[in-house]
C-alpha cells in the first residue's frame, strides 16, 4: 500500500512563502493523480490542487489561483505545493491524497485511495 507523509509546514508572515512535499514510500505510484487539501479549524476540508499522471494538468482552487503550484517528480515519488502570497486565511492543515482514478476523483474527494496525515500551515498578520 501506498503511504503519503507530507512536510514542510510552519508559521510564515503574511506575504511570504512555503513549499510542502509529500513523499510516497510503499509501492510506486506510478499512474496516480495527486492533489493537496487543506482543513482550517472549524471547517470542512477542501480541495487545493490537483495534478495528474505524469504531471500534464494541473488544477486548482479558485482561491489559490496563481497563488500556489503544484508539481510532481517522479523519480522521487513527490509532489510539491509551491504556496507564494500567502495570507492569513491559508491558515490550515494541509494534507496530501493519491488516487488512481485522475484528477477528477481526486478534485471531487470520492473516496481517495491514500491519504497524508496533515502538515500544518499557520499564516500570520
Known amino acids: 500500500q501506498v503511504q503519503l507523509v507530507e512536510s514542510g509546514g510552519g508559521l510564515v508572515q503574511a506575504g511570504g512563502s512555503l513549499r510542502l512535499s509529500c513523499a510516497a514510500s510503499?509501492?510506486?505510484?506510478?499512474?496516480?493523480?495527486m492533489g493537496w487539501f487543506r482543513q482550517a479549524p472549524g471547517k470542512e476540508r477542501e480541495f487545493v490542487a490537483a495534478i495528474g499522471w505524469p504531471g500534464y494538468n494541473t488544477y486548482y482552487a479558485d482561491s489559490v489561483k496563481g497563488r500556489f503550484t503544484i508539481s510532481r517528480d517522479n523519480a522521487k515519488n513527490t509532489v510539491y505545493l509551491q504556496m507564494n502570497s500567502l495570507k492569513p486565511e491559508d491558515t490550515a492543515v494541509y494534507y496530501c491524497?493519491?488516487?488512481?482514478?485522475?484528477?477528477?476523483?481526486?478534485?471531487?474527494?470520492?473516496?481517495?485511495?491514500?491519504w497524508g496525515q496533515g502538515t500544518l500551515v499557520t499564516i500570520s498578520s
Open positions: 510503499g509501492r510506486t505510484f506510478s499512474g496516480y493523480a
Open positions: 491524497a493519491a488516487d488512481p482514478r485522475g484528477t477528477r476523483t481526486i478534485m471531487a474527494q470520492r473516496g481517495l485511495e491514500v
